[in-house]
């Protein structure tokens, strides 16, 4: 199985700050297939960005995502209030899909 | 649009077994595999596993091999999960989600099921 470890578990930031999260893997993924999911609170997860760097629809632009092999991030480049939630690495390099236990982002 | 409408919450007592339905609408149900996700508390995402409606093909984590059981109807495009032998520690919310591409990009609501006595 490929755990993925994502740090940090929670993370604190003002509006306008860049923020950066990060998702490691046991084992080598294809960046074809490690995506985030974004979570609100009593919400269903929503995919987020697809295929490392790619966003979902409706995403907007100040997100991006990076990684090859075992590293993996996403970033925010300016954050906004709307942004907290908890986001979730997952990735398919083989069964089982495996997700990793998310980041918390919280806003001041 | 796609959508995924998944059966209401449950309350179940120990050694019960329950069914879970998602149903599908705004894509063709019977070509994309439908997977299965659990969520506690503190426990994150798990995946339990997938079916593929068309074939009727499946996949299970080891895991929940055992516990949980997957089944899909074409004719009204939905998909079922049946857990059995509830226990406490499968109090939690069940999502199904349709897979493309190895990740999952469309979510059904949830379904909280309760394992009380």
């Known amino acids: 199985e490929n755990v993925l470890t994502q740090s940090p578990a929670i993370m604190s930031a003002s509006p306008g700050e860049k923020v950066t999260m990060t998702c490691r893997a046991s084992?080598?993924?294809?960046?074809?297939?490690l995506h985030w999911y974004q979570q609100k609170s009593g919400a269903s997860p929503k995919f987020w960005i697809y295929?490392?760097?790619n966003l979902a629809s409706g995403v907007p632009a100040r997100f991006s995502g990076s990684g090859s092999g075992t590293s993996y991030s996403l970033t925010i480049s300016s954050v906004e209030a709307e942004d907290a939630a908890t986001y979730y690495c997952q990735q398919y390099s083989g069964y089982p899909y495996t997700f990793g236990g998310g980041t918390k982002l919280e806003i001041k | 649009q796609v959508q995924l409408q998944q059966s209401g919450a449950e309350l179940m007592k120990p050694g019960a077994s329950v069914k879970i339905s998602c149903k599908a609408t705004?894509?063709?149900?019977?070509?994309?595999?439908m997977e299965w996700v659990k969520q506690r508390p503190g426990h994150g995402l798990e995946w339990i596993g997938e079916?593929?409606?068309?074939?009727?093909?499946?996949n299970y984590n080891e895991k929940f091999k055992g516990k949980a059981t997957f089944t899909a109807d074409p004719s009204s495009n939905t998909a079922y999960i049946q857990l059995s032998g509830l226990t406490s520690e499968d109090s939690a919310v069940y999502y199904c989600?349709?897979?493309?591409?190895?990740?999952?990009?469309?979510w059904g609501q949830g379904t909280l099921v309760t394992v009380s006595a």
């Open positions: 295929s490392t760097s």
């Open positions: 989600a349709r897979e493309r591409s190895g990740g999952f990009d469309c």
């Open positions: 084992s080598s993924v294809s960046s074809s297939y």
């Open positions: 079916i593929f409606p068309g074939s009727g093909s499946t």
């Open positions: 705004g894509y063709t149900f019977s070509t994309y595999w």
